[in-house]
């Protein structure tokens, strides 16, 4: 089973510059979440979709971050305009919500370490 | 709101011995979700262990287990016969049953496995 996909898995950029993050869920998860991870900290939860809506989003900085799920597979986030303290690692993670099984375990993927100077 | 503390910034533990992680979580649920994930080097964060609030046994996976006190509010990790690979940030996660379920995580515990 293909794990959770994402890309680029490095990028740095200049502060006020614009970055996107993609990310393809497990196939049949409908939970997607991005979590922002700064350096020392625990994931931190910027959203989180079920299918193609958004369940909560309370701690996303809507001014600047700002993330879709079109047709409920994969996800984009976007920053812009970015500043310093968006340096960390984004991480995707997506979840089969059902009855039975493994139904509330996230799986992750790898990340995107984000530098902004 | 949810809230998860691991106390133990670091912790080092010999090769082939058993270290235990703390985590403590405050809520006001009476069912939900605890996890324990491994992150390592690479960031790929990896589920260790899973366990049910509602569960009174203590789930077990191979040489990792927990310690759960719903009471106490207190779900301790437990590696047994240490391997360098466990080496690795290892969080503590909480998640509600209800609603739509939202994952709280502790800072993470940095364990060092000695040759």
């Known amino acids: 089973e293909a794990g959770v996909a994402q890309s680029p898995r490095y990028k740095i950029i200049e502060k006020r510059q614009s970055v996107a993050f993609w990310c393809n869920p497990i196939?049949?998860?409908?939970?997607l979440y991005w979590y922002q991870q700064i350096l020392g900290q625990g994931p931190k939860l910027l959203i989180q979709?079920?299918?193609?809506?958004?369940?909560?989003d309370s701690q996303l900085p809507k001014d600047r971050f700002s993330a879709e799920r079109l047709k409920g597979v994969d996800s984009t986030l976007k920053i812009q305009p970015a500043k310093l303290e968006d340096s960390a690692v984004y991480l995707c993670?997506?979840?089969?919500?059902?009855?039975?099984?493994?139904?509330?375990?996230?799986?992750f993927g790898p990340g995107t370490r984000l530098t902004v100077l | 709101a949810q809230t998860v503390t691991q106390s133990q910034p670091e912790m080092s533990v010999q090769e082939a011995e058993t270290v235990t992680l703390s985590c403590t979580y405050d809520?006001?649920?009476?069912?939900?979700?605890l996890f324990w994930y491994k992150q390592p080097p690479s960031r790929q964060m990896i589920l260790v262990i899973r366990?049910?609030?509602?569960?009174?046994q203590n789930a077990t996976e191979n040489r990792f287990s927990v310690n759960f006190q719903k009471a106490a509010k207190s779900f301790s990790l437990k590696i047994s016969d240490s391997q360098l690979g466990d080496a690795a940030m290892y969080f503590c996660?909480?998640?509600?049953?209800?609603?739509?379920?939202?994952?709280?995580f502790g800072i993470g515990t940095k364990l060092q496995v000695i040759p």
């Open positions: 809520t006001s649920e009476s069912d939900y979700y």
């Open positions: 196939s049949g998860h409908a939970t």
């Open positions: 366990q049910e609030a509602y569960k009174q």
């Open positions: 993670a997506s979840s089969w919500e059902g009855t039975g099984g493994e139904t509330d375990t996230q799986y």
């Open positions: 979709f079920q299918n193609n809506g958004v369940v909560d």
């Open positions: 996660a909480y998640r509600s049953q209800g609603g739509y379920q939202k994952v709280t």
